[in-house]
Protein backbone atom coordinates (compact mmCIF):
# COMPACT_ATOMS: atom_id res chain seq x y z
CA UNK A 1 0.00 0.00 0.00
CA UNK A 2 1.23 3.67 -0.99
CA UNK A 3 1.73 5.73 1.84
CA UNK A 4 1.04 8.93 0.00
CA UNK A 5 -0.79 9.25 -3.11
CA UNK A 6 -0.58 11.64 -5.84
CA UNK A 7 -2.80 13.07 -7.99
CA UNK A 8 -3.40 13.43 -10.96
CA UNK A 9 -1.08 10.46 -12.55
CA UNK A 10 -0.73 12.68 -15.12
CA UNK A 11 -1.30 16.06 -16.62
CA UNK A 12 -1.04 17.23 -19.91
CA UNK A 13 -1.48 21.32 -20.18
CA UNK A 14 -1.01 24.21 -22.64
CA UNK A 15 1.31 26.93 -21.46
CA UNK A 16 -0.14 29.97 -19.43
CA UNK A 17 -2.39 27.38 -17.66
CA UNK A 18 -2.24 26.94 -13.75
CA UNK A 19 -2.24 23.50 -12.40
CA UNK A 20 -2.50 22.01 -8.51
CA UNK A 21 -1.23 18.70 -7.90
CA UNK A 22 -2.21 16.61 -4.76
CA UNK A 23 -0.07 14.76 -2.07
CA UNK A 24 -2.83 12.77 0.41
CA UNK A 25 -2.45 10.50 3.32
CA UNK A 26 -4.00 9.18 6.23
CA UNK A 27 -0.80 9.35 8.04
CA UNK A 28 0.83 12.12 9.57
CA UNK A 29 4.60 13.92 8.72
CA UNK A 30 6.49 15.39 10.33
CA UNK A 31 7.47 17.02 6.83
CA UNK A 32 7.05 16.77 3.10
CA UNK A 33 9.29 17.86 0.50
CA UNK A 34 8.16 18.19 -3.03
CA UNK A 35 11.04 17.11 -5.78
CA UNK A 36 11.03 17.09 -9.65
CA UNK A 37 13.07 15.06 -11.82
CA UNK A 38 13.53 15.62 -15.52
CA UNK A 39 14.15 12.64 -17.73
CA UNK A 40 17.57 11.15 -17.51
CA UNK A 41 18.31 12.49 -14.12
CA UNK A 42 17.86 12.28 -10.20
CA UNK A 43 15.02 14.04 -8.29
CA UNK A 44 16.02 17.18 -7.19
CA UNK A 45 14.46 18.61 -4.05
CA UNK A 46 12.68 21.69 -5.03
CA UNK A 47 10.94 22.32 -1.03
CA UNK A 48 10.32 21.06 2.34
CA UNK A 49 7.24 22.27 4.12
CA UNK A 50 7.21 21.49 8.33
CA UNK A 51 4.61 23.11 9.74
CA UNK A 52 1.01 22.74 9.48
CA UNK A 53 -0.68 24.99 7.34
CA UNK A 54 2.54 26.85 6.14
CA UNK A 55 3.09 27.83 2.86
CA UNK A 56 6.40 28.30 0.68
CA UNK A 57 6.57 30.04 -2.34
CA UNK A 58 9.03 29.52 -5.21
CA UNK A 59 8.84 31.86 -8.23
CA UNK A 60 6.03 30.64 -9.62
CA UNK A 61 5.48 27.79 -7.47
CA UNK A 62 3.17 27.71 -4.38
CA UNK A 63 3.67 24.72 -1.96
CA UNK A 64 0.89 24.15 1.43
CA UNK A 65 1.30 21.76 3.95
CA UNK A 66 -2.14 20.56 5.52
CA UNK A 67 -3.11 22.15 8.60
CA UNK A 68 -2.95 17.96 10.15
CA UNK A 69 0.30 17.60 8.21
CA UNK A 70 -1.27 14.72 6.66
CA UNK A 71 -1.37 15.92 3.26
CA UNK A 72 0.21 19.06 1.18
CA UNK A 73 -0.44 20.33 -2.44
CA UNK A 74 2.03 22.06 -5.16
CA UNK A 75 0.20 25.53 -7.26
CA UNK A 76 1.84 26.17 -10.54
CA UNK A 77 0.74 29.54 -11.85
CA UNK A 78 1.05 30.28 -15.66
CA UNK A 79 2.81 27.10 -16.48
CA UNK A 80 5.75 27.06 -19.23
CA UNK A 81 7.32 24.47 -20.53
CA UNK A 82 10.32 24.29 -18.47
CA UNK A 83 8.15 23.07 -15.60
CA UNK A 84 7.45 19.99 -17.67
CA UNK A 85 8.50 16.99 -15.41
CA UNK A 86 7.43 13.98 -12.84
CA UNK A 87 7.11 15.50 -9.39
CA UNK A 88 7.09 13.62 -6.57
CA UNK A 89 5.96 14.00 -2.97
CA UNK A 90 7.92 12.67 -0.24
CA UNK A 91 6.98 12.52 3.33
CA UNK A 92 9.19 12.07 6.58
CA UNK A 93 7.40 10.20 9.54
CA UNK A 94 10.09 12.21 12.23
CA UNK A 95 11.66 8.82 13.24
CA UNK A 96 15.42 8.45 13.32
CA UNK A 97 15.85 6.05 10.89
CA UNK A 98 16.44 8.86 7.99
CA UNK A 99 14.00 7.56 5.70
CA UNK A 100 11.09 8.91 3.52
CA UNK A 101 8.12 8.08 1.60
CA UNK A 102 7.57 8.61 -2.02
CA UNK A 103 4.51 8.99 -3.33
CA UNK A 104 3.81 7.55 -7.15
CA UNK A 105 4.30 11.03 -8.82
CA UNK A 106 2.95 13.16 -10.87
CA UNK A 107 3.67 13.54 -15.10
CA UNK A 108 3.73 17.38 -16.14
CA UNK A 109 3.32 17.88 -19.38
CA UNK A 110 3.13 21.69 -20.33
CA UNK A 111 2.85 22.43 -24.39
CA UNK A 112 3.82 26.04 -25.82
CA UNK B 1 30.70 20.38 -5.71
CA UNK B 2 28.50 18.48 -3.15
CA UNK B 3 27.14 15.05 -5.04
CA UNK B 4 26.23 11.72 -5.13
CA UNK B 5 28.02 9.58 -8.06
CA UNK B 6 26.67 6.37 -9.22
CA UNK B 7 28.57 3.50 -11.33
CA UNK B 8 27.99 2.45 -14.22
CA UNK B 9 25.12 4.76 -15.80
CA UNK B 10 23.97 2.03 -18.00
CA UNK B 11 24.55 -1.91 -17.78
CA UNK B 12 23.22 -4.31 -19.92
CA UNK B 13 23.64 -8.08 -18.68
CA UNK B 14 22.69 -11.46 -18.04
CA UNK B 15 20.81 -13.47 -15.76
CA UNK B 16 22.47 -14.94 -12.85
CA UNK B 17 25.45 -12.51 -13.51
CA UNK B 18 26.53 -11.13 -9.99
CA UNK B 19 26.93 -7.13 -10.65
CA UNK B 20 27.55 -4.58 -8.20
CA UNK B 21 26.33 -0.66 -8.73
CA UNK B 22 28.55 1.77 -6.76
CA UNK B 23 27.11 5.28 -4.49
CA UNK B 24 29.30 7.63 -3.24
CA UNK B 25 28.93 10.87 -1.84
CA UNK B 26 31.19 13.53 -0.66
CA UNK B 27 28.68 15.51 1.93
CA UNK B 28 29.63 13.47 4.85
CA UNK B 29 25.75 12.65 5.40
CA UNK B 30 24.79 10.01 7.70
CA UNK B 31 21.94 8.19 5.73
CA UNK B 32 21.55 6.29 2.35
CA UNK B 33 19.24 4.75 0.32
CA UNK B 34 18.78 2.78 -3.07
CA UNK B 35 15.48 3.17 -4.86
CA UNK B 36 14.32 1.84 -8.34
CA UNK B 37 11.92 3.33 -10.76
CA UNK B 38 9.58 1.70 -12.19
CA UNK B 39 6.97 3.21 -14.88
CA UNK B 40 3.27 3.62 -13.02
CA UNK B 41 5.01 2.63 -9.52
CA UNK B 42 7.39 5.20 -8.61
CA UNK B 43 10.30 5.30 -6.19
CA UNK B 44 10.64 2.69 -4.18
CA UNK B 45 13.26 1.91 -1.82
CA UNK B 46 15.46 -1.07 -1.65
CA UNK B 47 17.60 -0.96 1.13
CA UNK B 48 18.85 2.14 3.57
CA UNK B 49 21.32 2.87 5.76
CA UNK B 50 21.77 5.10 8.96
CA UNK B 51 25.04 4.69 9.66
CA UNK B 52 28.45 3.00 8.97
CA UNK B 53 27.47 -0.61 9.54
CA UNK B 54 23.77 -0.25 10.11
CA UNK B 55 21.58 -1.16 7.34
CA UNK B 56 17.75 -2.06 6.97
CA UNK B 57 15.46 -3.15 4.46
CA UNK B 58 12.63 -1.25 2.63
CA UNK B 59 10.11 -1.99 1.22
CA UNK B 60 11.66 -4.05 -2.26
CA UNK B 61 14.78 -5.66 -0.76
CA UNK B 62 14.51 -9.08 -2.26
CA UNK B 63 16.91 -10.09 -4.36
CA UNK B 64 19.39 -6.97 -3.66
CA UNK B 65 22.54 -6.90 -1.05
CA UNK B 66 23.86 -3.79 0.58
CA UNK B 67 27.30 -3.15 2.64
CA UNK B 68 28.18 -0.08 4.64
CA UNK B 69 32.02 -0.05 5.26
CA UNK B 70 32.54 3.64 4.96
CA UNK B 71 30.43 6.46 5.39
CA UNK B 72 31.02 7.62 2.12
CA UNK B 73 30.12 4.31 -0.12
CA UNK B 74 27.09 2.19 -0.29
CA UNK B 75 27.29 -0.30 -2.88
CA UNK B 76 24.28 -2.22 -4.03
CA UNK B 77 25.19 -6.01 -5.00
CA UNK B 78 22.84 -8.08 -7.35
CA UNK B 79 23.81 -11.69 -6.42
CA UNK B 80 21.58 -13.30 -9.10
CA UNK B 81 19.99 -10.73 -11.29
CA UNK B 82 16.73 -12.12 -12.65
CA UNK B 83 14.96 -9.76 -15.63
CA UNK B 84 12.43 -8.85 -13.17
CA UNK B 85 15.10 -6.33 -11.93
CA UNK B 86 15.53 -4.62 -15.08
CA UNK B 87 14.69 -0.86 -13.43
CA UNK B 88 16.40 2.62 -13.00
CA UNK B 89 17.97 2.51 -9.77
CA UNK B 90 18.98 5.70 -7.48
CA UNK B 91 21.15 6.40 -4.62
CA UNK B 92 20.72 9.05 -2.24
CA UNK B 93 22.08 10.63 0.54
CA UNK B 94 20.56 12.67 3.26
CA UNK B 95 22.43 14.21 6.49
CA UNK B 96 21.27 15.53 9.85
CA UNK B 97 22.35 19.18 9.66
CA UNK B 98 18.89 20.13 10.36
CA UNK B 99 18.63 17.82 13.55
CA UNK B 100 18.53 14.57 14.15
CA UNK B 101 14.74 14.56 13.55
CA UNK B 102 15.17 15.28 10.17
CA UNK B 103 13.74 16.30 7.91
CA UNK B 104 15.86 14.39 5.52
CA UNK B 105 16.42 16.09 2.56
CA UNK B 106 17.88 13.84 -0.40
CA UNK B 107 20.07 14.20 -2.57
CA UNK B 108 20.06 11.64 -5.26
CA UNK B 109 22.60 10.14 -8.06
CA UNK B 110 22.06 10.45 -11.89
CA UNK B 111 20.57 7.19 -11.99
CA UNK B 112 21.44 3.52 -12.93
CA UNK B 113 19.52 1.84 -15.90
CA UNK B 114 19.76 -1.72 -15.58
CA UNK B 115 18.71 -4.24 -18.33
CA UNK B 116 18.65 -7.94 -17.25
CA UNK B 117 18.24 -10.27 -20.07
Known amino acids: TQLLEQSPQFLSIQEGENLTVYCNSS?????LQWYRQEPGEGPVLLVT?????EVKKLKRLTFQFGDARKDSSLHITAAQPGDTGLYLCAGDRGSTLGRLYFGRGTQLTVWP | EAQVTQNPRYLITVTGKKLTVTCSQN?????MSWYRQDPGLGLRQIYYSMNVEVTDKGDVPEGYKVSRKEKRNFPLILESPSPNQTSLYFC????????????????FGPGTRLTVT
Open chain 1, 27 to 31: SVFSS
Open chain 2, 27 to 31: MNHEY
Open chain 1, 49 to 53: VVTGG
Open chain 2, 92 to 107: ASSGTSLGVLGPYEQY
